[in-house]
């Protein structure tokens, strides 16, 4: 009975160390592998926008080797009479020039940086390209002075606002780099001035830099820039252009709005007082013209 008595006391011993290490073991799983947690929603992520893609920067490189400007000159120096000229890559500002010292009567020229004065001196309210000037105003003037080269119209805007030395223009051309300034002048009596093949490029330049402002009167005097209707130099894209004829006078000027700008600047004593555009002047200006456009254009 006894033995009966221990023995079932053993097994009811053994039956309880076996439940609490199965509990014990249950527990260790448990803690070392813990039940998965429900999944939580996942946050939302912003759509991306899309990344504007710049503007192709143009290569400050210099487009005109040593070579090139060699074959200029050789070009050059076939031609006959007194030639100035100046080319200028605008990305890089480099500049090719075939004697830029030499001179010229400015002929039509000089109503480049004339319309240029006029514009900025009607910023500034010195003046007001909106009143009459005889029967049209002074902008009614501008376009023809410059887009078909009216000196009717030049003359009238010299009448109103004389570009001279006594009203600040030629301090405004020196300020350009023109060689000459004191003797330029347009007035009511006319268009005076000696200048060279640089001080066009340079006025060009300067009409390059205010067109960039973007400003009313800039984009205004673009327009009939860009209006020009005459055909010296090759332009190889639409061109921003004033020439000038008169006797031993045949000059050019042209911003060149291609996909690399330039500006070329062409003044030579070719010109015939009864012939506006003598045919041989102005094929020997189509040569330079699309020379200098492979040279800049072509690399």
């Known amino acids: 009975m006894v033995l009966v008595i221990v023995a079932a006391a053993r097994s009811m011993m053994r039956q309880a160390v076996g439940a609490a290490a199965s509990t014990s073991a249950s527990q260790s799983v448990s803690q070392a592998h813990p039940a998965p947690q429900p999944e939580s929603e996942p946050e ?36 006959p009479g007194s030639i100035s000229v100046w080319i200028q890559d605008i990305a890089s500002g480099q500049t090719y020039t075939y004697k830029p010292d030499n001179g010229f009567y400015c002929a039509s020229t000089l109503k480049a940086p004339y319309a ?120 190889p894209a639409p061109a921003a252009k004033k020439y000038g004829s008169w006797d031993q006078a045949l000059h050019d000027m042209a911003i060149v709005y291609a996909d690399r700008p330039y500006i070329i600047s062409m003044f030579t004593d070719w010109g015939d007082e009864d012939i506006s555009f003598p045919e041989e002047g102005r094929e020997r200006m189509q040569q330079v013209g699309k020379l200098a456009a492979e040279i800049i254009l072509d690399d």
């Open 116 to 235: 240029l004065w006029l514009c900025q001196r009607d910023e500034e309210g010195m003046i007001d390209l909106n009143a009459a000037v005889g029967s049209k105003t002074g902008w009614e003037l501008i376009d023809p002075m410059i887009a078909h080269s009216s000196n009717g119209a030049a003359h009238d805007l010299g009448q109103m606002w004389p570009g001279s030395l006594e009203t600040g223009f030629s301090d405004f051309l020196a300020e350009l780099g023109f060689a000459s300034p004191e003797g330029c002048e347009v007035v009511e009596e006319g268009i005076h001035g000696w200048v060279t093949g640089a001080d066009g490029g340079r006025a060009m330049r300067a009409l390059y830099d205010y067109f960039e402002t973007g400003s009313e009167n800039a984009l205004k005097l673009q327009e009939s820039f860009l209006a020009a209707d005459h055909d010296l130099l090759y332009c």
């Open 44 to 79: 939302p992520t912003a759509t991306p926008q899309p990344t504007a893609t710049p503007e192709p920067e143009l290569s400050s490189e210099k487009p005109i080797t040593a070579a090139e400007a060699a074959e200029m000159d050789t070009l050059l120096d076939s031609m």
